[in-house]
């Protein structure tokens, strides 16, 4: 072997991620009784307007 | 990252030196060298990686080299078990020293031995308050999924991540999981996480991570979470049940003196020259993978039965064994390359050839159920150029007549003793053979020149 290749790690050097919107917002429920009740305690009403907010966002795929 | 005869070198960008400064000054990294959680890393030069330009890299780091690199799509469920469960102990470990991991791959943890070890240094990076954690869906798709098909449906996970290097995603997981709807953890990470996943396919993401912090997404919920996800996949467990092989060890055929003569064969065999890596072909309950691991560095010990490959992993692990690494493969759909022009993950083979092959009672089942010609099954294990130890029952050997019985009369005509012997004469130098019972033949070969 010669030089320098492509480690067969394979490493995704190029690829951290993009988590994805839904999969951020789970994780304000994943957490189970513990972690609803941090989000809860704190800012409860905000996270049930940015649900709201999302659901009356008109949705042209689904309505066709 | 690059290898070299060198080593193990890994390129960094200016963003990328930061976060390794900000890990190297926290104590936490001096527990997990210490520890051997974390791959041997230290800075090293620039230059020390040909064909790297300056302005490419801000920094080189250069890594422990490990024995042999293997993939999730070839560990028994205990293993990816144990990988996920290190994965969480690093990010509330990082967590709690301000720092976080910005991704969650199996392919970031390999083994020495059966100790788990976390390779991946360009992952862990300054905290950023406020922000959920951006690995969480790779923790799903490829940890926590895969462990509940093992867990709940009892579905084997290795041909879903040797099929796609991506895992298995949230709506994939939920139209298997849909029916466990009431098992720990399966309404959250899976039917949720796949709902909010497809309700906001199109949504912009920097949006609502602003809103997320706004609402009071804080580090003691992201705790909770790697809390309560430890918790989870802790609780996962893979009822294997009894399997034809799992008590194979107690029940084969033969008796205990042949048992012990064939350990001896084995024995002098592997101590002629020690060897830097053997295969054991079809190593069932690894007790000959112990005895050549006697006189090697590591044994790679591999069988197509995974809860015997789970078991045995688990008593290794428990004595804290380093020597042996136990992996679930088919010899006759061995792991192929795949990804990014199928150089992402490597065969098996390009991960690094034995000295020392064992072959036990093994040809049997690849060239009569496999239906691999027995010239061809030689012609492959010589082209592997490593020392051999085989043993070879004959067509009268009561689990050949077995395998045979279901299949037509005079099929595999090429299973013949003496047909065998022939063949392995041409490609190897048999040093000597014993026979093990009346009906088995033990060989040590040497690879002919």
């Known amino acids: ?64 | 990252m690059f290898t070299t005869p060198d080593g193990v070198f890994r390129a960094l960008s200016s963003a990328g030196m930061d976060d390794w400064q900000a890990l190297v000054e926290s104590r936490l990294w001096r527990e997990l060298q210490d520890e051997g959680h974390v791959v041997a890393t230290e800075p090293a030069d620039i230059g020390a990686v040909p064909d790297l330009l300056a302005e490419e890299a801000a920094g080189v780091l250069h890594h422990e080299r490990m024995p042999l690199v293997s993939y999730p799509y070839e560990w028994p469920f205990s293993m990816l078990k144990d990988a996920a469960r290190l994965q969480l102990e690093l990010n509330q470990r990082a967590l709690r020293a301000g720092l976080a991991l910005k991704d969650a791959t199996p392919y970031n943890v390999q083994w020495r031995g059966t100790r788990p070890v976390f390779i991946d240094i360009g992952s862990f990076e300054r905290l950023r308050p406020g922000e959920p954690w951006a690995g969480y869906r790779q923790f799903c798709t490829l940890f926590l999924y895969p462990l509940m098909f093992q867990a709940y449906k009892d579905l084997p996970f290795h041909a879903a991540l040797r099929g796609s290097l991506d895992g298995i995603a949230p709506r994939d997981a939920r139209a298997v999981l849909a029916g466990e709807r009431f098992r720990k953890g399966v309404i959250s990470n899976v039917l949720l996480h796949a709902r909010l996943e497809s309700r906001y396919a199109g949504a912009d993401g920097g949006e609502v991570r602003r809103e997320m912090r706004r609402a009071g997404f804080s580090t003691e919920l992201l705790a909770a979470n790697f809390r309560k996800l430890e918790k989870l996949v802790r609780s996962l467990e893979w009822k294997s049940g009894e399997t034809a092989w799992t008590s194979y060890g107690e029940h084969n055929t033969y008796d205990d003196a042949a048992a012990a003569s064939k350990a001896k064969f084995v024995r002098e065999a592997a101590a002629r020259r020690r060897a830097r890596l053997v295969w054991d072909v079809g190593c069932n309950d690894g007790r000959y993978a112990r005895v050549a691991a006697e006189s090697a560095d590591l044994v790679l010990a591999f069988d197509a039965d995974h809860a015997t490959v789970d078991a045995l992993y688990r008593r290794l692990r428990d004595e804290g064994r380093e020597d042996i690494l136990p992996l679930v493969m088919s010899v006759t759909d061995p792991s192929p390359d795949i990804g990014w022009r199928g150089r992402e993950r490597a065969s098996l083979e390009r991960r690094g050839t034995p000295e020392l092959l064992l072959c036990l009672a093994i040809v049997h089942h690849v060239c009569i159920t496999g239906n691999v010609p027995v010239r061809e099954f030689l012609d492959w294990l010589r082209s592997l150029d490593a020392a051999l130890v085989i043993e070879f029952p004959d067509r009268a050997d009561p689990m050949v007549q077995r395998l045979l019985s279901g299949k037509r009369e005079g099929s595999n005509p090429d299973y013949q003793k003496a047909l065998f012997e022939r063949a392995l004469q041409e490609r190897f130098a048999i040093e000597c053979s014993v026979p093990v019972s009346e009906t088995r033949t033990l060989y040590a070969a040497r690879p002919q020149a």
């Open chain 1, 1 to 64: 072997m010669s030089g320098t290749q492509l480690s067969i790690l394979g490493d995704a050097v190029l690829a951290y991620l993009d988590p994805g919107t839904g999969s951020m917002l789970v994780q304000l429920l994943v957490g189970g009784v513990a972690a609803v009740g941090v989000a809860a305690k704190l800012y409860w009403h905000r996270i049930l307007r940015l649900f709201r907010i999302r659901k009356t966002e008109p949705e042209p795929d689904r309505e066709r």
